[in-house]
């Protein structure tokens, strides 16, 4: 089946930017996503780029994507301690694939 | 207007009863979803409704689990004899039209079976 792979953890001192990398299987996807989870909440949807694009900029976030190796990233600018959290990947329509999302941890 | 709203937030069961989860999505949008999140992973689709029909089903796991939507708004996952392995936090989402677009998350309601 479809399938979407992050890496686990990453780590990053306040005011640096973190990149965090995601690829997929499902070429058919017209929208691939970013969702932001904290410990405890449902899924905040950050960002999203429409398949025939190559980047999206949105104030902090810009987002990269890659067709051809199927691979997206997204790339957040001066990085808080409240952009603490796991962050999602998901590619599809109607049925989302998620991958196993990305513990992103901001040290002061 | 509000989000999309689930209810309970948490439930505690023992195994072998059966348990309902209930989602309210977002006024108007008539695509609605229910995933599955086990601890330290991501959401994994069991059903996707476009009005009162599922769309596709193809995500629940056995025929213990079922879902309804019976006017195109509110929906009910039903759990029957229900298994320690079951227990997940349970995601609703919502879109305006289903398909392609954008879908808002619930909060989740965490089901425990003991």
């Known amino acids: 089946g479809e399938d979407v792979e992050q890496s686990l953890f990453l780590s990053v001192r306040e005011g640096d930017s973190s990149v965090i990398n995601c690829t997929y299987t499902d070429s058919s996807s017209t929208y691939l996503y970013w969702y932001k989870q904290e410990p405890g909440a449902g899924l905040q949807l950050l960002t999203y780029?429409?398949?025939?694009?190559d980047m999206k900029q949105d104030q902090r976030l810009t987002v990269l994507l890659n067709k051809k190796d199927k691979h997206l990233s997204l790339r957040i600018a001066d990085t808080q301690t409240g952009d603490s959290a796991i962050y999602f990947c998901?590619?599809?329509?109607?049925?989302?694939?998620f991958g196993q999302g990305t513990e992103l941890s901001v040290k002061p | 207007g509000a989000g999309v709203s689930q209810t309970p937030s948490n439930k505690v069961t023992e195994k072998g009863k059966y348990v309902e989860l209930r989602c309210d999505p977002i006024?108007?949008?008539?695509?609605l979803y229910w995933y599955r999140q086990s601890l330290g992973q991501g959401p994994e689709f069991l059903i996707y409704?476009?009005?009162?029909?599922?769309?596709?089903d193809s995500g629940l796991p056995n025929d213990r689990f079922f879902a309804v939507r019976p006017e195109g708004s509110v929906s009910t996952l039903k759990i029957q004899r229900t298994e320690r392995g079951d227990s997940a936090v349970y995601l609703c989402?919502?879109?305006?039209?289903?398909?392609?677009?954008?879908?808002?998350f619930g909060p989740g309601t965490r089901l425990l079976v003991l």
């Open positions: 780029i429409f398949s025939n694009m």
């Open positions: 989402a919502s879109s305006l039209s289903g398909s392609e677009e954008t879908q808002y």
């Open positions: 006024s108007g949008h008539t695509a």
């Open positions: 409704f476009q009005g009162t029909g599922a769309a596709d």
């Open positions: 998901a590619s599809g329509g109607g049925k989302l694939i």
